[in-house]
Nanobody
Framework: QVQLVESGGGLVQAGGSLRLSCAAS????????MGWFRQAPGKEREFVAA???????YYARSVKGRFTISRDNAKNTVYLQMNSLKPEDTAVYYC?????????????????WGQGTQVTVSS
């Protein structure tokens, strides 16, 4: 079992930055693909970014060039650096772990999820 806890969310003005963290416990995530997803009110959960165990990275088109996913296996933590934030980035952001995959964009490929952290971007 892997437990994931997100942190770093908050309220920021458009154009600002936030850095989300996802701390894992229970076992190492170094061999897991890790993903970030988000869900805005009234919308379905959507893929944001993923990083494979080997470091291959994938981004949603809407965040490419603004967001950066990274991992620190020594700290058992994954990060999402979010720059140039827009009001449409407002959502609850979730971290997820896939022990067997490569960094899928599909949320049902992930076995473990955090509780989410709220990101609100004001205009």
């Amino acid at each position: 079992q892997v437990q994931l806890v997100e942190s770093g969310g908050g309220l920021v003005q458009a154009g600002g930055s936030l850095r989300l963290s996802c701390a894992a416990s229970g076992r190492t995530i170094s061999s897991n693909a890790m993903g970030w997803f988000r869900q805005a009110p009234g919308k379905e959960r959507e893929f944001v970014a993923a990083i494979s165990w080997s470091g291959t990275i994938y981004y949603a088109r809407s965040v490419k060039g603004r967001f950066t996913i990274s991992r620190d296996n020594a700290k058992n933590t994954v990060y999402l650096q979010m720059n140039s934030l827009k009001p449409e980035d407002t959502a609850v952001y979730y971290c997820a772990a896939d022990p067997y995959g490569w960094g899928s964009t599909l949320d049902d490929e992930y076995d473990y999820w955090g509780q989410g952290t709220q990101v609100t971007v004001s205009s």
